[in-house]
């Protein structure tokens, strides 16, 4: 986390809040999350893409339910999920944008540590 408290890096990509204010330095903004953030406004996102088919299906979310105890095995399912050959396809597609400028991915989640963010971050990095 920043000074800011806001932004968060993993090795060149930014990790965010979808509901903080766009910057300049985030870059093609891709939101990754199965379901759109309540209350946010489609034009207040300022979105590159919605790349929702590379978030956890939605029976390992509703599984996982953000649970510290789960964390381990959450893990270790997303991961699984990000090797199917669909999914493989779009991690390349933001490999590929996070090398011609900057990359901001985006949730809706609280806790942007805990969510699969971080997870789905070092397997673009590569």
Do not use: C
Not at 44 to 57: F, G, I, M, N, Q
Not at 61 to 84: I, M, N, S, T, V
Not at 96 to 116: D, G, I, N
Request: proline share 6%.
């Amino acid at each position: 986390m920043n000074l800011d408290g806001d932004v968060m890096t993993d090795g060149g990509v930014r990790m965010r809040r979808a509901y903080e204010q766009p910057e300049a330095a985030d870059g093609a903004r891709v939101l990754v999350d199965r379901l759109w953030p309540r209350g946010l406004a489609k034009a207040r996102a300022d979105l590159t893409e919605w790349a929702k088919e590379v978030a956890p299906s939605n029976d390992l979310r509703r599984w996982y339910g953000h649970d510290p105890a789960k964390e381990d095995e959450f893990r270790r399912r997303y991961r699984a999920e990000l090797d199917d050959p669909e999914r493989r396809e779009i991690v390349e597609h933001l490999r590929e944008l996070a090398k011609s400028a900057p990359l901001t991915l985006l949730t809706a989640t609280r806790e942007v540590e805990q969510s699969h963010l971080p997870i789905l971050a070092r397997r673009i990095r590569g």
